[in-house]
């Protein structure tokens, strides 16, 4: 049978955050554009977002984007890019009142105005007193926004391609990206979309490690496209455990608990925060609260009979404090972790979380493909959100950036792809070898006969993932891991399906899935052992200190021969003095 | 612990048929977990789910009767053999997999966006937090569908009265003190069908996963519509 192909001007792949801002903006400018995404969008995991997004409204406290950035800038271990920060600072701002007049019901103040809470890492007057930043609606603010683009999607009558997989990117020889192969995940038949832009909003990669707070669907199929299509990733090594995980499950509970006053405490009943970040406690930085928990655990101050993880208290906050800003986080104490907070502590560890690193792209969203300092973006392919790496979030990421990241250059890459088409009118001719390649690796699992299953490669995958690449890295513990992940991979031909049937076969989709995963498992294993300094959520016991000199630098891994470069932070912000680095205390 | 579930594919299934499944019950685990574990056993099973923890609204099945979200449903408060279905009423795709699309097609039908007449702000609309409050019960709702599905006039008439999901959403925007299109949004619920095919029956308040009460939204609308009309 003919491969069916359809023509959009924009192929949008992704409808989480990222992705529905991108498509409003082009579908308000009636382009005529695409939304793939593998889950109908409001299941995206944009939605599972609890505490909030940034911006320096000064709605509760003083506040102003310069502090915002500098918070942002330090919060990164100055490996963040200052020109796309500056610039993700200011358009905050901007950002929230148009979600704002879109319809996102957040939380108000007396006054009426948009609710603010205090999270980790922020500060008024450049690391002065405690700010409140981060936008609110209860702690379901990730929900609120996701469901609030799609419905102005449906205003604007995006075409949504739902429940349908991206299998690969399609290019020409000049490597310039034609558009996707992608597969109707209902009849289980492939469909080539041909676009004159595309855009990259696929999200996270949680799944690589065996305990997450990410969804089942965070499989990082984006960045692996992008690797596969012999681009490379950006500062992979560097992945959040958030601090607060349900201890043993993972789900998240937000920072946003200990923004509204809770704090962690260990066996003793210690508030052991106030040993490691004397200033800031329980509203240090993601990286440092964790490393922090972690180490309490280690020492045999852990709770639990296993001694196994710490207790976030909340039981000092009313019960009407809980019950209208911490709604949601009550129910899954209670049904996941069998705790009522307004009555006992919750147990928490951490949890994978979220990767800094991603797609490289410079501040408008381009994929830039070289390592070269000056190099040009590839034009026409644009990456925004979670898979994507402005870099704005260097080697650790501030609480309430992460809604604010995808909402900002979700925006500004669908400003961008509107310009760019208007310049560029035409479909470039069709590569059919290309999308032959890409048949082959979907043919490749009608294999029959004996074999692992995906889901035995995978537990074996996740596991050696959280092993060897986790919160603490030496080097012999890393190398290690690689050559594991490595026999990993190898592994994956011996992986047969029991499925060949077409119709909702997740088997399939499953394993085009853990080919992804373990793609980008590598590049985050690959490049985590080369980096020998200890910077943000990168902690090399080994090499315990930050080495401006010989590592203020992006590392760029590419899939052929695991290779790796590396390019230069952009310290240049745009309008103002660059922050120098400086040590780093909370 | 035992589980019937129901099992149908297109392609090599005549007609459906329950399939039994027996797994080891740890602590702390929900039915989602139970069926990975089936999936373990047959990799063919299919059904949907994503974020574990009962936000994204993929894993709504019909558990011993009733419709739930598989990953927030614990076992220890499910009958022993635990019988799982498709949400009844929607055409199955496959196994546990229904087709959505009218579901969503209602929800489409209530314009479901927050209208603006006047020009917008610089800064936020303003909105007190009494105004905020009136969207509580309304706007956490996920579009699980376990209502819907769940909903005797909506099995009757799914493709004209807009059901418990597409309804509490209307009611969303009604409450919103920012929206200025009130007037329109009771105009297009009028006539018989739509809204006034509920009759009541609460299944969707039994059926809601995050507690949300679409019937008492319903008698809200209605109670408008009264209010509009004198």
Known sequence: ?586 | MKFSVYRYNPETDSEPYMQMFEIEQRQGMMLRDALLAIQEQDESFTFRHSCGEGVCGSDGVNVNGSNKLACIAPLTELKDPVEVRPFPGRPVIRDLVVDMSQFYAQYNQVDPWLQRKEPLPEQEILQTPEERDQLDGLYECIMCGCCSTACPSFWWNPDKFLGPQALLSACRFLADSRDQAGEERLDKLEGPYKLFRCHTIMSCVEACPKGLNPTKAIGHIKAIMLKEAI
């Not at chain 1, 929230?96 to 996102?104: K, Q, R, S, T, W």
């Not at chain 1, 890459?413 to 032959?436: C, F, M, Q, T, W």
């Open chain 1, 1 to 586: 049978m003919a491969l069916e192909k359809q023509r959009f001007d924009t192929l949008i792949l992704g409808a989480g955050g990222a992705g529905l801002n991108a498509a409003l903006q082009l579908a308000n400018a009636n382009l005529k554009v695409a939304v793939v995404s593998k889950v109908f969008p409001t299941r995206s995991h944009t939605v599972a977002a609890q505490g909030g997004v940034n911006a320096a409204l000064a709605n509760v406290l003083p506040d102003n984007w310069h502090w915002h950035m500098f918070d942002t800038v330090k919060g990164s271990d100055y490996l963040g890019d200052q020109d796309a920060i500056e610039y993700m600072c200011r358009e905050a701002i901007p950002t929230v009142y148009e979600l704002e007049h879109n319809g996102v019901p957040f939380s108000r103040l007396a006054n009426g105005k948009i609710y603010q809470r205090a999270f980790g890492g922020q500060s008024q007057d450049f690391g002065g007193e405690q700010a409140a930043r981060t936008c609110a609606a209860a702690d379901r603010t990730g929900h609120a926004i996701l469901h609030t683009l799609y419905q102005q999607n449906i205003r604007a009558k995006t075409h949504f391609y739902d429940e349908y997989f991206a299998v690969d990117l399609i290019k020409d020889d000049a490597g310039m990206i034609l558009g996707a192969l992608v597969l109707n995940i209902a009849t289980g038949e492939p469909l080539l979309i041909e676009s004159k832009t595309t855009l990259l909003a696929t999200g996270g990669c949680g799944q690589v490690f065996r305990t997450t707070s990410n969804a089942h669907i965070n499989t990082g199929d984006g960045m692996a496209m992008v690797l596969r299509a012999d681009l490379p990733l950006m500062d992979m090594e560097f992945f959040q455990f958030h601090p607060t995980g349900i201890a043993g499950k993972g789900m998240l509970i937000t920072e946003g608990v200990r923004g509204e006053g809770g704090y962690l405490i260990n066996k003793d009943g210690d508030r052991f925060m106030e040993k490691y970040a004397p200033n800031a406690k329980d509203l240090a930085s993601r990286d440092v609260v964790a490393r922090s928990i972690v180490t309490e655990v280690r020492d045999g101050h852990g709770c639990g009979p296993e001694a196994d993880h710490v207790m976030l208290k909340v039981n000092h906050l009313s019960e009407d404090v809980i019950a209208k800003r911490l709604p949601g986080i009550r129910e899954s104490a209670k049904i996941f972790a069998g705790v009522d907070p307004v009555k006992d502590p919750i147990p928490v560890f951490p949890t994978a979380h979220y990767v800094m690193g991603g797609i490289p792209t410079d501040r408008f969203g381009r994929v830039m493909p070289t390592a070269d300092d000056d190099g040009e973006h590839l034009p026409g392919l644009y990456a925004a959100g979670e898979c994507a790496c402005a870099s704005v979030h260097g080697a650790n990421r501030l609480g309430g950036n992460s809604l604010l990241d995808i909402l900002v250059f979700g925006r500004l890459a669908g400003h961008n792809i509107i310009d760019y088409v208007k310049e560029n009118k035409a479909h470039r001719p069709l590569n059919e070898a290309s999308v032959e390649a890409s048949m082959a690796r979907l043919g490749r699992w009608d294999a029959k006969g004996d074999g692992m299953t995906v889901s035995q490669l995978r537990n074996e995958f996740r596991k050696t993932m959280e092993d060897h690449a986790g919160v603490f890295r030496v080097e012999d513990m890393m190398a290690e891991g690689v050559e594991k992940i490595k026999q990993v991979r190898e592994k994956l031909n011996d992986v047969r399906l029991t499925d060949h049937t077409r119709t909702f076969n997740t088997n399939r989709t499953e394993a085009l899935e853990l080919e992804n995963l373990i793609d980008v498992g590598l590049a985050i294993a690959v490049s985590a052992l080369h980096r020998k300094e200890s910077r943000g959520a990168h902690s090399r016991p080994d090499y315990p200190k930050r080495d401006d000199a010989e590592w203020m630098k992006h590392t760029l891994y590419w899939r052929e021969s695991d290779k790796l470069d590396y390019k230069g932070v952009r310290v240049q912000p745009l309008t103002v003095e660059s922050f120098p680095p400086k040590e780093r205390v909370y």
